[in-house]
């Protein structure tokens, strides 16, 4: 279990890593920066690549090549160390711009470096005091939109905590914990970025894992049974989870934390079933393949090794998770359904304008992310836009979702943009952050341009009932299964990148109604479509078809 993604991809992390001791930046884990030069500085969220490094150098298993290295022990202390050669003075850390204040990599990297100093039994008074002026700088600041962020930060406090025992780091880690309990959904969820995520559940699951294990708070094992509960719903018939209905559109997920729970009893059984079907396979592809060298550096990769570290051999669980069941689960919190009726299993995001995704046995049938209309001077009115403005409601076996589409411009870098982001850097230093999330993330412009979804579940298939009110005469557009919304963990190779969606230009409708049915049929699924356009009064598309 992990052993082979491990063993796969640790090459690629040490590869991040410069292990020259002779030069000046001898353990930055930014490649980009440190080698290839095509950074101006090193991104400090990738030091944790020191905690991956510790951890495999500690951990025997077979094929570890090296376990008990003296080379990765002296990498692994290295990349601690140039954490403080990059801390800015206030104690935080840039991640993706020169005097940025980072939250996340302040976090994490505090969390991954209290962890990796522990196992390397370094002694290293300058490495406590980075961490420390981490510690210091956290209990001032907090993250309240991203909450594994958030969890980060209580979880490397807490590790600080029992590294020197400062009643002020634990009183800090105690009233962080106490705000981040306050904005849990008992649905099983804390908000990503206005919604529920499924891959950055599994990373806010991972830290309050260990924060459950250091502070022993009792209110958590609640906590981590609903959230464990909640994400067993969105484990895909084809061993992958999460993805376009997220509010981050996420496709990894961390097996500690369910690893943990396992071991600690909290769902046990339910968290084991959800690890065989994720993680199962020791060898051959997985979905988390396609993580890039970012995030594996980040903390997909000691995730692994934790995991590793902490699991006990044990018989494969008996209990069926929900796309193996018969039911319909709705989260009116969320925006989320998940229903299997025997023949499907569907989940439907009505926040996200009724998206839908539909499994036929082990595999991906359909995956409708709604419409896109091009605006011109590079912006794209989308329906499929994280929107809590949509007018959305579940009755019975239909769900219907209606409002305007939301106005999106991507953001193109260049030199000119760059220029001004340090500038502008050097004038509002943290505050910035807010400034580019708002421009960016938080787009909420709406447009002219209105829809209306309805959804059936039939026992064998779905019906999508269409119409869009476009009085601005463009071009109405399927839209693909990438998002628009920046997410920089989003957009990996996924098994849906391969799904024939069709690139349908229904032309400029004033008035357009579509109707998409699926339909299992011995075996097989067949997807129809008919569209008809009130300006033209012509049927199009009726004959496109797919069967499969």
Excluded at 388 to 396: F, H, K, N, V
Excluded at 407 to 423: A, E, G, I, M, S
Aim: with cysteine.
């Amino acid at each position: 279990m992990y052993v082979g993604f491990i063993k796969r991809h640790m090459p690629r992390l040490l590869s991040q890593v410069n292990r020259d001791a002779d030069l000046i930046t001898y353990g930055s884990c930014d490649r980009n920066y440190w080698h290839q030069s095509i950074r101006d500085f090193s991104s400090a969220i990738l030091q944790q690549a020191c905690l991956s490094l510790a951890l495999v150098w500690r951990t025997d298993f077979p094929g570890n090549i090296w376990y008990g290295s003296a080379n990765v022990r002296e990498w692994a202390a290295a990349a601690l160390r140039y954490m403080g050669k990059i801390q800015l003075p206030d104690g935080s850390f840039n991640e993706y711009y020169p005097n940025e204040h980072s939250f996340p990599a302040t976090a994490f990297n505090l969390f991954a470096g209290c962890r990796a100093y522990r196992l390397l039994e370094l002694g290293d008074e300058e490495v406590l005091a980075t961490l420390g002026r981490a510690a210091d700088w956290l209990c001032a600041h907090d993250e309240t939109k991203t909450c594994n962020q958030q969890a980060a930060a209580i979880a490397g406090l807490y590790r600080f905590y029992g590294m020197t025992g400062r009643r002020e780091i634990l009183e800090a880690a105690e009233r962080k914990l106490e705000a981040l309990l306050a904005l849990y959904s008992q649905e099983g969820w804390f908000p990503e970025q206005g919604g529920a995520d499924i891959g950055y559940s599994s990373v806010t699951l991972d830290m309050l894992t260990e924060v459950y294990e250091e502070s022993g708070d009792g209110r958590l094992r609640s906590v981590l049974g609903g959230m464990v509960d909640f994400l067993s719903h969105f484990v895909h018939p084809d061993g992958t989870i999460g993805g376009e209905y997220g509010s981050r559109n996420t496709v990894y997920f961390l097996p500690s934390g369910l690893e943990t729970c396992v071991r600690l009893g909290i769902r046990r059984e339910t968290a084991s079933a959800m690890i065989d079907r994720l993680f199962g396979k020791d060898a051959g592809e997985s979905f988390m393949d396609s993580v890039d060298d970012r995030y594996l550096s980040h903390y997909v990769m000691h995730s692994f090794l934790r995991a590793l570290a902490g699991y006990t051999p044990r018989k494969p669980s008996p209990e069926k998770l929900p796309y193996e069941t018969i039911h319909s689960r709705y989260y009116p919190e969320a925006g989320l359904m998940t229903r299997c009726t025997g023949a499907y299993y569907a989940v439907v995001s009505l926040r996200k304008g009724g998206l839908v995704k539909v499994y036929r046995g082990d595999e991906e049938v359909l995956n409708d992310c709604g419409y896109r209309v091009p605006w011109g001077k590079g912006r794209t009115a989308v329906t499929n836009w994280l929107n809590p403005d949509l007018a959305g409601r579940c009755e019975g076996d239909s769900l219907e979702i209606s409002g305007r589409m939301t106005l999106v411009k991507p953001r193109t870098q260049n030199p000119r943009y760059h220029v001004l982001l340090r500038l502008a850097a050097l004038v509002r230093g943290a505050r910035l952050r807010d400034d580019i999330k708002r421009m960016t993330i938080f787009q909420k412009a709406s447009c002219s341009v209105r829809f209306a979804r309805k959804v059936t579940f039939l026992p064998d298939g779905v019906r999508i009932r269409d119409t869009i009110d476009n009085p601005t005469g463009r071009a109405v557009l399927r839209a693909p299964n990438v998002s628009l919304r920046l997410v920089a963990s989003a957009k990996f190779f996924s098994r849906s990148d391969l799904l024939p969606y069709g690139r349908e230009n229904y032309g400029a409708a004033r008035r357009l109604s579509v109707v998409r049915s699926l339909r299992i049929r011995d075996g097989k699924a067949e997807v129809t479509e008919e569209a008809e356009r009130e300006d033209a009064a012509i049927r199009a598309g009726g004959a496109a078809e797919r069967r499969g």
